[in-house]
Structure formats: C-alpha cells, structure tokens
C-alpha cells in the first residue's frame, strides 16, 4: 500500500534517484521522447502523468519491479481521478470487474469493511502461494 500522501512525481523522482545508473533528468527524457522540462515538470507535479506509450518505456527503462508498477499506475490514476490503467479492462468489461464494482460500492455503504477486505486478502495471498 502507498503512503497517502505520495505523489506520482514524486514516487517517479525518487525511483529514478535511487537508480544505481545515477540517472538525470536527461536519462529519462532520451528514453522517452520527450524535453528535459516535460520530465521535470511531470516530476514537480506540473504536468499530468505520462500516456500509456510513455508509461511502457518509463517501466522498462527504470527496470520497475511488479508492485512499483502498481504503484505508479495507482498514483496516476489518483491524480487524473480514474481507474488504472493496467485495470481499466477487467474494471469495465469483465464480470470480475462487475463483482469487484459491487463490492467496492457496498464497501462505500458500509455493507463491507476493513476486516472483510482483510480476510479475502488473506484468502488470495493464500491461494497464490498454494498455484506457485
């Protein structure tokens, strides 16, 4: 889970930063495209977060690892108010996602809590554990 307060900006900042590469902000602008002051800007939370074709090169080139991944589509999202994008699909046009959408509205209603979430959390970890 992400700290509440973290930015998208800030999360790509500090991913780049802490890169044994030493990346600069002219390192990421190469790999994607782009102007030395998009990237800052969309560091400062100036700018939007990237497209998807952006995101895709962002991804491999600071080698992200699956939960990162999550992370900076989860921020994104939070900024631009949406899904993610990596669950926009199932979120919309897949029954799970129509179950999920029930659960997450009657979570809204007080139906489900914390401790419900928990325990199917656990019950997931549980399973994924048990098919590797």
Do not use: C
Request: net charge neutral; no cysteine.
């Amino acid at each position: 889970m992400q700290k509440p307060n973290m930015r998208y900006g800030r999360f790509l900042r500090t991913k780049r930063l802490s890169d044994d590469r030493e990346l600069t902000l002219r390192d990421v602008a190469d790999a994607l495209g782009v102007s030395v002051t998009f990237v800052s800007d969309v560091e400062h939370g100036r700018r939007l977060p990237y497209d998807e074709i952006k995101t895709q090169k962002l991804i491999k080139f600071l080698h992200l690892s699956e939960e990162d991944v999550a992370t900076m589509y989860d921020l994104a999202a939070r900024e631009d108010s949406r899904i993610p994008r990596d669950l926009d699909e199932i979120m919309m046009y897949s029954d799970s996602g129509e179950m999920a959408r029930f659960a997450l509205r009657m979570t809204k209603k007080g139906v489900i809590n914390e401790n419900d979430w928990s325990r199917f959390i656990y019950y997931i970890k549980v399973k994924e554990k048990d098919n590797d």
